[in-house]
């Protein structure tokens, strides 16, 4: 540190030592630690006690930046409790499950009082008073219940607060900022715009009148404390991407990041030129370390996850005190009953099976695909320069089908294979023999899974009388796809002019736009549970089996909740993937008396078969 800098902490440790900071300055500064990092690792930790500061503080030992002046940045928000924020996480969950994520899941419930805004380190204990003295001031004419009125729009949803009732909260802001300039030399931006709660935005307009029915069961009287909270975030990574490590990662080489399950990572999405594929270059949050890190042992999570929560201020209300206890009940039977998001959200699925009867349903892993056998390569190795396909190898398929684009869309969107067709004709003929009646079939979007139910529709006898339903809902998790976007999959008119017999009546849970890129697990998963359903509700009602031909994540991800089971571990779910074999089955029937689905034994036997090794004629010629 430069003379001047030192200087300034050691007045501001001066000035400190007359208050209740030493408590938690002094330890650090006892192991040695100099004074700016030492309030830097409190800032950072919500200065909740010296021992997490100091673990702060040893993990960010090779942290680049842990002598740089940067402060956090901090926000004010107005945020529910009680039986109004459960109603709220219901509808959070429920909003997400049947509608997919929107920009509302990135924070929690809450009504922005005031932007984010810098305070320096030293200064944060000045903030907090700040937060203590205008909620003293504002207790007694700060409304006992805030009455919240839902608003839609094309792209938004969400609960207004009532002029009268916003004109004291923007007071309580005001007053926020004014002490917090005072105390903590501060510059705050009250919120002065209309004071709303978000319920959901910018989500696909056809999930509008879905939202607004979900959004209508959550009342706004219910009994609810209000409590103004004070969180931090890093400045440096705002526009970043937030990934959290689902294993744990020994690095290889030098520039390579340690995970620890659990650790957050920040991911520039723009800065990953030197990237090679499958891996990211990304900042983790507990070192402050920067370099490489394999994509695929992370999950995409909320930006909020990283914040720090610093104080809050709980407004007394009038509340009828038995009604508080029941409050505290129920959210104590909550917490014991239903563990955190999922299984609230499966008592939809629960319901729809006591409303379908007598159905099956078969899930099928489409066929060997091309690439599995010839690598990442294998459109380089069959296509002439002037961008014509051909066949190297017998197991490549005799032609490809047409495509509006070039042939380069079927590098991530791969055929199947030749033996990839038989296994496919094989499992269908034996359907055919087991006697079972197929009413309908749907399939994911990828061509090796529409190429495998119109093969198995074939051997069917049904490939003229019965139409593919295409469910880009149930399409491979998009995080183990290779590259940064969706891939280009064809579309349903090029799928007919490709000859498969694709339905353009069907409407599917989710269009093919909606597919996002590196979606979370929890994305994945729930996104499954959705399209299941609503494959189940398009069935016809009389006794039949539906044949869903997808990718072996399907066998798990769509059958789990059909059964009424929560998803896997995300890690566990991995580790059973990979032992799906081609043409993999899982069948499901339903229980006549007690209305519930059953895993069973599938119609037909495994197709078990071994590898073949390329094999070359030259090196049987004398010399070679």
């Given at each position: 540190?430069?003379?001047?800098?030192?200087?300034?902490?050691?007045?501001?440790?001066?000035?400190?030592?007359?208050?209740?900071?030493?408590?938690?300055?002094?330890?650090?500064?006892?192991?040695?630690?100099?004074?700016?990092?030492?309030?830097?690792?409190?800032?950072?930790?919500?200065?909740?006690?010296?021992?997490?500061?100091?673990?702060?503080?040893?993990?960010?030992?090779?942290?680049?930046?842990?002598?740089?002046?940067?402060?956090?940045?901090?926000?004010?928000?107005?945020?529910?409790?009680?039986?109004?924020?459960?109603?709220?996480?219901?509808?959070?969950?429920?909003?997400?499950?049947?509608?997919?994520?929107?920009?509302?899941?990135?924070?929690?419930?809450?009504?922005?009082?005031?932007?984010?805004?810098?305070?320096?380190?030293?200064?944060?204990?000045?903030?907090?008073?700040?937060?203590?003295?205008?909620?003293?001031?504002?207790?007694?004419?700060?409304?006992?219940?805030?009455?919240?009125?839902?608003?839609?729009?094309?792209?938004?949803?969400?609960?207004?607060?009532?002029?009268?009732?916003?004109?004291?909260?923007?007071?309580?802001?005001?007053?926020?900022?004014?002490?917090?300039?005072?105390?903590?030399?501060?510059?705050?931006?009250?919120?002065?715009?209309?004071?709303h709660l978000t319920l959901a935005h910018k989500f696909y307009p056809h999930h509008q009148r879905t939202l607004e029915q979900l959004a209508r069961a959550v009342h706004p009287g219910l009994s609810c404390?209000?409590?103004?909270?004070?969180?931090?975030?890093?400045?440096?990574?705002?526009?970043?991407?937030?990934?959290?490590?689902?294993?744990?990662?020994?690095?290889?080489?030098?520039?390579?990041?340690?995970?620890?399950?659990?650790?957050?990572?920040?991911?520039?999405?723009?800065?990953?030129?030197?990237?090679?594929?499958?891996?990211?270059?990304?900042?983790?949050?507990?070192?402050?370390?920067?370099?490489?890190?394999?994509?695929?042992?992370?999950?995409?999570?909320?930006?909020?996850?990283?914040w720090v929560k610093h104080r809050m201020y709980t407004f007394s209300l009038a509340m009828d005190l038995n009604s508080r206890k029941d409050g505290d009940a129920s959210s104590r039977r909550n917490g014991?009953?239903?563990?955190?998001?999922?299984?609230?959200?499966?008592?939809?699925?629960?319901?729809?099976?006591?409303?379908?009867?007598?159905?099956?349903?078969?899930?099928?892993?489409?066929?060997?695909?091309?690439?599995?056998?010839?690598?990442?390569?294998?459109?380089?190795?069959?296509?002439?320069?002037?961008?014509?396909?051909?066949?190297?190898?017998?197991?490549?398929?005799?032609?490809?089908?047409?495509?509006?684009?070039?042939?380069?869309?079927?590098?991530?969107?791969?055929?199947?294979?030749?033996?990839?067709?038989?296994?496919?004709?094989?499992?269908?003929?034996?359907?055919?023999?087991?006697?079972?009646?197929?009413?309908?079939?749907?399939?994911?979007?990828?061509?090796?899974?529409?190429?495998?139910?119109?093969?198995?529709?074939?051997?069917?006898?049904?490939?003229?009388?019965?139409?593919?339903?295409?469910?880009?809902?149930?399409?491979e998790w998009t995080k183990w796809e290779a590259g940064k976007t969706t891939p280009t999959l064809m579309t349903l008119d090029e799928l007919k002019e490709a000859n498969f017999n694709v339905s353009t009546?069907?409407?599917?849970?989710?269009?093919?736009?909606?597919?996002?890129?590196?979606?979370?697990?929890?994305?994945?998963?729930?996104?499954?549970?959705?399209?299941?359903?609503?494959?189940?509700?398009?069935?016809?009602?009389?006794?039949?089996?539906?044949?869903?031909?997808?990718?072996?994540?399907?066998?798990?991800?769509?059958?789990?909740?059909?059964?009424?089971?929560?998803?896997?571990?995300?890690?566990?779910?991995?580790?059973?993937?990979?032992?799906?074999?081609?043409?993999?089955?899982?069948?499901?029937?339903?229980?006549?008396?007690?209305?519930?689905?059953?895993?069973?034994?599938?119609?037909?036997?495994?197709?078990?078969?071994?590898?073949?090794?390329?094999?070359?004629?030259?090196?049987?010629?004398?010399?070679?």
């Amino acid at each position: 540190m430069a003379a001047g800098e030192t200087q300034v902490y050691a007045k501001v440790n001066s000035k400190l030592k007359g208050r209740s900071t030493p408590s938690l300055l002094d330890p650090l500064l006892g192991m040695g630690f100099p004074a700016h990092t030492a309030l830097k690792a409190l800032a950072a930790t919500g200065r909740k006690t010296a021992e997490e500061a100091a673990e702060w503080l040893h993990c960010h030992c090779n942290d680049p930046s842990l002598d740089d002046p940067i402060p956090q940045e901090y926000a004010l928000f107005l945020c529910p409790t009680g039986p109004l924020l459960e109603k709220l996480q219901e509808f959070w969950r429920e909003s997400k499950r049947q509608c997919t994520k929107n920009r509302a899941h990135e924070v929690f419930p809450h009504i922005t009082l005031c932007d984010f805004f810098t305070c320096e380190d030293q200064k944060v204990e000045c903030l907090y008073e700040a937060l203590k003295r205008a909620g003293d001031r504002m207790l007694g004419s700060f409304p006992s219940v805030v009455p919240l009125v839902l608003h839609s729009s094309i792209s938004y949803l969400g609960f207004f607060v009532t002029d009268s009732h916003a004109d004291v909260i923007r007071e309580f802001a005001m007053m926020f900022a004014t002490e917090a300039a005072v105390l903590a030399d501060c510059t705050v931006k009250p919120c002065t715009k209309q004071l709303h709660l978000t319920l959901a935005h910018k989500f696909y307009p056809h999930h509008q009148r879905t939202l607004e029915q979900l959004a209508r069961a959550v009342h706004p009287g219910l009994s609810c404390q209000w409590t103004a909270t004070l969180y931090s975030r890093d400045m440096r990574f705002v526009h970043y991407q937030t990934l959290r490590a689902l294993f744990q990662y020994k690095p290889q080489n030098v520039d390579e990041l340690p995970l620890t399950p659990g650790d957050h990572l920040f991911v520039d999405p723009t800065q990953q030129e030197e990237a090679s594929e499958g891996w990211v270059i990304g900042v983790s949050q507990r070192t402050g370390c920067r370099g490489f890190l394999p994509e695929n042992y992370t999950e995409r999570v909320r930006e909020c996850d990283t914040w720090v929560k610093h104080r809050m201020y709980t407004f007394s209300l009038a509340m009828d005190l038995n009604s508080r206890k029941d409050g505290d009940a129920s959210s104590r039977r909550n917490g014991e009953v239903y563990p955190p998001q999922r299984p609230r959200s499966m008592g939809s699925i629960q319901a729809l099976q006591g409303a379908i009867l007598r159905k099956s349903v078969l899930v099928v892993r489409h066929g060997e695909r091309v690439d599995q056998i010839f690598g990442k390569s294998w459109l380089q190795q069959c296509s002439t320069p002037d961008g014509k396909y051909y066949r190297p190898d017998l197991n490549f398929p005799c032609s490809l089908p047409r495509r509006g684009n070039s042939i380069k869309d079927f590098e991530n969107d791969p055929p199947l294979s030749s033996c990839g067709i038989f296994q496919s004709r094989t499992a269908g003929e034996a359907l055919l023999s087991s006697g079972i009646q197929i009413t309908s079939v749907f399939t994911s979007p990828a061509l090796r899974c529409v190429q495998t139910a119109k093969h198995i529709l074939e051997e069917l006898k049904l490939e003229k009388k019965m139409k593919i339903k295409v469910e880009p809902g149930i399409y491979e998790w998009t995080k183990w796809e290779a590259g940064k976007t969706t891939p280009t999959l064809m579309t349903l008119d090029e799928l007919k002019e490709a000859n498969f017999n694709v339905s353009t009546d069907y409407r599917p849970a989710f269009p093919l736009a909606s597919l996002m890129p590196a979606e979370s697990y929890e994305e994945y998963v729930d996104r499954c549970a959705v399209s299941v359903e609503h494959i189940i509700s398009c069935c016809p009602q009389d006794m039949g089996v539906t044949l869903i031909v997808g990718h072996g994540s399907a066998l798990d991800s769509c059958i789990r909740p059909l059964l009424g089971l929560p998803p896997r571990d995300s890690a566990d779910f991995a580790q059973l993937v990979r032992k799906i074999p081609s043409l993999g089955m899982c069948f499901c029937e339903e229980n006549k008396e007690g209305g519930k689905w059953e895993l069973v034994a599938p119609p037909v036997k495994t197709l078990t078969h071994g590898s073949n090794s390329a094999f070359n004629w030259k090196n049987w010629i004398p010399g070679n």
